[in-house]
């Protein structure tokens, strides 16, 4: 096909695509030497996460106990200067105009986050194991914790929430977000990395599961595929906007159990070892131990 004979067309559509009325909100505009967010690198980084986090697990396979230390300690520094370059870019991002120029400050400030991180990362392998434990002793079908690690979807789903969660909470932005929408991809698990979730947590089978920004979990709770942690309502301003940043999705108290498809919606609190039944529809607190069901339709 000879595209002189669209040449107008052509040329129409650069132009309006060109305008900057028809980007407006939608362009991020790269300043020369700026770091872009690289959700490839990203996965990059987790994956070498992973690798320290359970050795032997992910990663090279040769790792034994007399050649650990080396092995983590390369991906460390690969971790480090992956995730420095990547906090980095997370930190022009959220800056916006501000961040015109890259200076030492800059990549210094990106370094410490990314050290802090690191030091970090045996707490994240103590939560990660207790999640393990969760999954198998709460999955009469798991035959080993090797098993859980290798198959489980969870175990993936929240290794990548808990790594976002740090970044999160020591300010990094977007990067966290890019973090766990990576699970969401891999595993069709939404966990929001602004969620707080104690240890112990497990979610069976999971494909479904959204857990919004501002749930809180216990320790010791247990989700189903299907369930939806979700927000009830968007209060508005008033220009009719949604008023971002309040507290808006529920709280599961220790050992609460969520089967298939529930939705709990709203700043709501489901107590102590209450137990929330399949196809439920939740917009009101559930006391301690209440065991919450489809009712039994009439014969």
């Known amino acids: 096909m000879d595209s002189l004979n669209f040449t107008h067309i052509l040329t129409k559509t650069v132009d309006e695509l060109s ?51 080396y092995h983590i300690g390369v991906n460390i520094e690969k971790v480090f200067g992956l995730l420095t370059n990547q906090v980095l870019a997370g930190l022009c991002f959220g800056r916006g105009e501000e961040c015109c120029e890259l200076d030492s400050d800059s990549r210094e400030c990106a370094a410490s986050i990314t050290a802090q991180f690191v030091s970090r990362l045996p707490e994240l392998r103590r939560l990660l194991a207790t999640d393990v434990e969760a999954a198998y002793n709460g999955d009469p079908a798991a035959t080993s914790y090797g098993e859980v690690i290798s198959c489980y979807p969870a175990i993936r789903a929240i290794s990548n929430y808990r790594i976002a969660h740090e970044l999160l909470k020591l300010g990094v932005p977007l990067i966290p977000r890019i973090i766990t929408e990576l699970a969401h991809s891999e595993t069709g698990i939404d966990i929001h990395p602004g969620a707080r979730i104690g240890a112990y947590f497990t979610i069976d089978h999971g494909t479904g599961v959204v ?20 927000a009830k309502s968007f209060p508005l301003d008033e ?20 089967y298939s498809n529930a939705t709990i919606l709203g700043r709501i609190t489901i107590g102590r070892n209450a137990v929330i039944g399949g196809n439920i529809w939740v917009t009101e607190d559930v006391p301690e131990g209440a065991r919450l069901v489809q009712p039994k339709a009439a014969k």
Do not use: C, M, W
């Open 19 to 69: 305008d900057s009325a028809s980007y407006k909100g939608l362009f991020h505009q790269h300043r020369d030497g700026e770091p872009i967010p690289s959700a490839k690198a990203l996965q990059s980084i987790i994956e070498l996460a992973r690798s320290i986090i359970f050795p032997g697990y992910f990663g090279k396979s040769t790792v034994n106990s007399r050649t650990i230390n």
């Open 239 to 258: 220009n009719g906007k949604p008023i971002k940043g309040i507290d808006r999705h529920p709280i599961l108290e220790d050992n609460v159990i969520v």
């Open 211 to 230: 857990i919004g920004a501002t749930s809180i979990l216990g320790e010791n709770v247990k989700l189903y595929q299907g369930v939806t942690l979700g």
